[in-house]
């Protein structure tokens, strides 16, 4: 979690201004799903979470 939000803030919120609360809402919500959708992870052999998560799952079906 600790990771997530350092990058949130790095690659996000220092990089932006918002005019409102609801702006910045939308932005950290469509982060997330860029996050966890398209953006590859080193320590996931750069694969998504989504991507990793669902190997993971294959991988155990039991």
Do not use: C, I, W
Request: charged residues 35%; without cysteine; proline residues 3%.
């Amino acid at each position: 979690m600790e990771s997530f939000f350092s990058t949130l803030k790095q690659e996000e919120l220092y990089r932006s201004s918002y005019r409102s609360e609801n702006e910045f809402k939308k932005r950290v919500s469509e982060y997330m799903k860029f996050y966890n959708k398209r953006r590859p992870h080193r320590a996931n052999q750069y694969k998504t979470p989504d991507e990793a998560e669902n190997a993971f799952y294959e991988k155990n079906a039991g």
